[in-house]
């Protein structure tokens, strides 16, 4: 099987998969977790809207990965980068039985501060390289 190319838009990086939403969340939990993601926070907007608007949305979920290590060395430099903190991962239903599962780009988000701190800028490097992997590895 021909691994799928990963789609660029202005915030990030995504990927169609061949999985049923549920295992699809599960899938990207563990391949997060190969790169040294943990899950600080889960948001499920389907429940979210239900709730707070009555209203039905397909199966749609943002994940608050953080990488401990890159995220300390981010602080150290830019106590304020908190803000930009964690890195949102998305998983929602697409077709039957796909999902999309798409990444924030950490460059993208860098520029919102306008940084020239090379250590800040090798960071989002590092990240968007792990998160990625984490994405095309699905």
Do not use: W
Request: glycine fraction near 8%; charge should be negative; charged fraction near 25%.
């Amino acid at each position: 099987m021909i691994a799928q190319r990963l789609q660029h838009s202005k915030f990030g990086f995504s990927k169609t998969i061949d999985l049923p939403f549920k295992e699809a969340v599960q899938k990207v939990r563990g391949a997060l977790k190969d790169e040294g993601f943990g899950i600080l926070c889960e948001i499920d907007i389907k429940e979210k809207l239900k709730e707070k608007l009555g209203v039905d949305f397909r199966d749609y979920v943002i994940l608050g990965a953080c990488n401990p290590p890159l995220a300390y060395r981010t602080l150290q430099q830019e106590i304020g980068i908190g803000l930009l903190l964690p890195c949102n991962v998305i998983v929602y239903e697409t077709e039957l039985g796909k999902s999309e599962v798409a990444a924030i780009d950490a460059k993208t988000m860098l520029s919102v501060v306008g940084s020239d701190n090379a250590t800040l800028n090798s960071v989002a490097d590092e990240v968007n390289e792990k998160l990625e992997r984490v994405i095309s590895g699905l």
